[in-house]
């Protein structure tokens, strides 16, 4: 059973909808990270949560601790947010550890 | 740019060989992180180090070793080098050691693409 559960695993917008991708965990963490990766492959650290909500331009992410449930938000999406992204959670105590999501494949269409 | 170095970009090499990766954290974070990402299982967690010192371990092989330095940079060596082991290793830093109270962001480098023939 995988600690983390995202989804969708696919998704095609059209340019200016709005998009929710959802992640689950299992377990009590620490914090929660929003990853995204690009089609080169290198990835970037959008938000790291442990509660209430963030918010960066056009992205929204919120997390609600007694349902161990994450979702990313993107208002207005436009063809440049087509990328992977993954949420990522943090267990910190005795030892950290990661445990990834297997990702979401976003494609915005123009 | 996130501050973060890996070198190589790209490495190709034999089954058998043994490769070292490179990783120079963002300036004033002290946590490394490093993690493989295979076509077939994703992202996961190899290891961390924290001022020098090893802070958690993930699934990391025994092959598979690290190190950080007094000047925090980190090397990851990957021995006994097997055709799954080819994958984008990443390495990224934060300022916190982590744990349940001391979180910071993460900072990814670009990657290393292991290429194992």
């Known amino acids: 059973k995988n600690e983390v559960e995202q989804s969708p695993q696919n998704l095609t917008a059209q340019e200016g909808e709005f998009i929710t991708i959802n992640c689950s965990y299992s377990?009590?963490?620490?914090?929660l990270h929003w990853l995204q990766q690009h089609p080169g492959g290198g990835i970037v650290s959008l938000f790291m949560?442990?509660?209430g909500k963030k918010k960066h331009g056009r992205l929204i992410a919120t997390i609600n601790i007694q349902e161990k449930h994450s979702s990313l938000h993107i208002t207005a999406s436009h063809p440049r947010d087509s990328a992977v992204y993954i949420c990522?959670?943090?267990?910190?105590?005795?030892?950290?550890?990661?445990?990834f999501g297997t990702g979401t494949s976003l494609t915005v269409i123009p | 740019d996130s501050g973060v170095t890996q070198t190589p970009k790209h490495l190709i090499t034999a089954t058998g060989q043994r490769v070292t990766l490179r990783c120079s954290p963002r300036?004033?974070?002290?946590?490394v992180y490093w993690y493989q990402q295979s076509l077939d299982q994703g992202l996961q967690f190899l290891i961390q180090?924290?001022?020098?010192?090893?802070?958690a371990k993930g699934n990391i092989l025994e092959r598979f070793s690290a190190q950080q330095f007094p000047d925090l940079h980190s090397e990851l060596n990957l021995s006994s080098l097997e055709l799954g082991d080819s994958a984008l290793y990443f390495c990224?830093?934060?300022f916190g050691p982590g744990g349940r109270f001391y979180n910071s962001p993460l900072h990814f480098g670009n990657g290393t693409r292991l290429t194992v023939t």
């Open positions: 990224a830093s934060s």
């Open positions: 377990v009590g963490i620490s914090a």
């Open positions: 949560l442990s509660s």
């Open positions: 990522a959670a943090f267990f910190g105590g005795t030892g950290n550890q990661f445990y």
């Open positions: 300036s004033g974070d002290l946590s």
């Open positions: 180090y924290y001022n020098g010192e090893e802070r």
